[in-house]
């Protein structure tokens, strides 16, 4: 991982990074189970002798903040007192937890009647692993979804997943991907798969327009995981110019891409999979950040042997399935439900965004956008000081020193009331703190 602390100017330096350790454990810098980096590498970055780090990390581990495992590093433990602390702060009531991407909470009980009208459903056990049956209505539902996002599929391209990080984990693991390509600013999610998955990982150059197609070519990676649109965390969208220069470099490299479209239902942008390429493509969608966070239900499309494998790997990828949210996806999509539930998510997003643009008047003429990214060195404990959340730059990136700044998720907040009462707080550590 790329965490870099801040060590205190004064003092022995040993102790001043074991202490930053329990600093950035007790604020959820460092979460449990994270790996810190090796001795050499945070040497390296903090000017340090190696020497110094390892008496460091001797130190962390007598406090039971870490604990190093031959072979594999040295990883924060969940029983420290640091972690208590995080522990504790994240159940505070009095804090606004918009560190978290989901869809609004909608003032009505379509989910719940939903789930009603689901378990009614005759013939399916719903104590059971998922049917044969059940898996192949799901398949076609996905079908009608993927439609709606332009891309013309048969029910034997898409395969059926819990969900858009069980999609990627699934790809990852049946193809035995062993160096991929991400973006230089990404969603955690991504960055601990490829660390989980002992892949060899390169960061992709981006601009405002999105990965830089020289980027994805020099890379030479087997793989590519992109989010075009609604990008997380920036909120950007690609133009269609850049997506089709990406997909002309995958296909002269032979770099499989893998679309990561969780938030394309919310914009009214074709997908990379819909345009003309030769380039392969892996289409990764899912309804639990546009519909309903506890819906996890998604979709891989795809073509040719690589889809074959994922489909014939149901133990990655549909196993775990709940069937009952399985019902419920199929029934939604097939009623027009899930259509209806978007629509009602996306003016809830424009006008929070609108809410957003008067605090912070940069983002005028951006795309409405779930979530917002907000440049700033001011660290991610002065907002949950304020009252606020946030998500911190350094789970978005490797080299976070290179984009110091939080992402807020607008549509986590409660209501427009509670959104407005911590977008001005927000703004107002930005415009006062000074690094």
Known sequence: MAWTPT?????SRYLALANAIEHAIEIGELKVGDRL????????RLGLDTSTVTKAYIEASRRHLIQGEVGRGTYVLGQSRAAEIFASHADDPAVLDLSVNAPVAMADDAFASAIERAVRTPDIDWRAYASRKLLQRLRLAGVRWLETRGISARPEEVVPVAGGQAALAAILNVL???SLGIEEQTYSGVIALARGNDVKAI???MDKDGVLPKSLTDAAVGAAILTPTLHNPTGAIWPEARRQDLLTAAARSGTLLIEDDAYGPLADIRPMAAMSSSASILFVSTLSKTVAAGLRTGFIWGSGPIVEKLNSAVYATSWGMA???MEVAIQWIESGVVTEQIAGQRLEIEARHRLATVFFPELRGNPPSPHIFLKTDAPAKLFELAGVRVAASSAFSRRPEEHPGIRISLSAAPSRVALDIALARCANIIRTHIG
């Open 7 to 11: 060590l205190a100017p004064t003092g």
């Open 37 to 44: 980096p090796p001795h050499r590498d945070i040497a390296w």
């Open 176 to 178: 035995d991907i062993k």
């Open 203 to 205: 960061d992709l150059h």
């Open 323 to 325: 069937p009952l949210m």
